[in-house]
T-cell receptor, first 115, second 113 residues
Framework: DAGVIQSPRHEVTEMGQEVTLRCKPI?????LFWYRQTMMRGLELLIY????????DSGMPEDRFSAKMPNASFSTLKIQPSEPRDSAVYFC?????????????FGPGTRLTVL | QKEVEQDPGPLSVPEGAIVSLNCTYS??????FMWYRQYSRKGPELLMY????GNKEDGRFTAQVDKSSKYISLFIRDSQPSDSATYLC?????????????FGQGTTLQVKP
């Protein structure tokens, strides 16, 4: 299995631009998580889906952030408009619910820099 | 106050040393306790997990949970330069339910040859 796939790996954009991050979970996994990691705040859960349905988006910092999961093999995290404080590494992770424990498998991350 | 507290370090030790990494937490309902290892510019990967209290050993790694003190530890024996990474503790209420993990901030470990 290829593991969790994220694209792009690096993104540099200017303030005010729209940014779209993409994730392909591991085949057969039915939970998907989006995290943001910074030196100051560590790893923060933004939103997660079970069976393509958003369950908890309380970690989404503000309305500029949105996430979708149109099918079991694809998810996007969009930031519009982007701001310099959004600069971070964004991770996608997936897991197979019902297994003990819920082991989350992380992708390699997207390093976002907003100038 | 964060639900899970972890000293970010960095922690630097000589090769062969015993390393102790720790986390404290505030929610007594946590039941599954995990340690993830994250190499530089990579995503975290699960190292080991324990359920409720007690110890679990896997090679040079031992995970320990003390629920009465709300304190978990990861011990690394005979540390190697390849162990240099950031170690994140994580915990969850009930596995297989929400699937939501609460992570510590991570401790950066450097093992010097």
């Amino acid at each position: 299995d290829a593991g969790v796939i994220q694209s792009p790996r690096h993104e540099v954009t200017e303030m005010g631009q729209e940014v779209t991050l993409r994730c392909k979970p591991i085949s057969g996994h039915n939970s998907l998580f989006w995290y943001r990691q910074t030196m100051m705040r560590g790893l923060e859960l933004l939103i997660y889906f079970n069976n393509n349905v958003p369950i908890d988006d309380s970690g989404m910092p503000e309305d500029r952030f949105s996430a979708k999961m149109p099918n079991a093999s694809f998810s996007t995290l969009k930031i519009q408009p982007s701001e310099p404080r959004d600069s971070a590494v964004y991770f996608c992770a997936s897991s197979a619910r019902g297994r003990i424990p819920d082991t989350q498998y992380f992708g390699p991350g997207t390093r976002l820099t907003v100038l | 106050q964060k639900e899970v507290e972890q000293d970010p370090g960095p922690l630097s030790v000589p090769e062969g040393a015993i390393v102790s990494l720790n986390c404290t937490y505030s929610n007594s309902a946590f039941q599954y306790f995990m340690w993830y290892r994250q190499y530089s510019r990579k995503g975290p990967e699960l190292l080991m997990y324990t359920y409720s209290s007690g110890n679990k050993e896997d090679g040079r790694f031992t995970a320990q949970v003390d629920k009465s003190s709300k304190y978990i530890s990861l011990f690394i024996r005979d540390s190697q330069p390849s162990d240099s990474a950031t170690y994140l503790c994580a915990m969850t209420l009930v596995s297989g339910n929400t699937g939501k993990l609460i992570f510590g901030q991570g401790t950066t470990l450097q093992v010097k040859p």
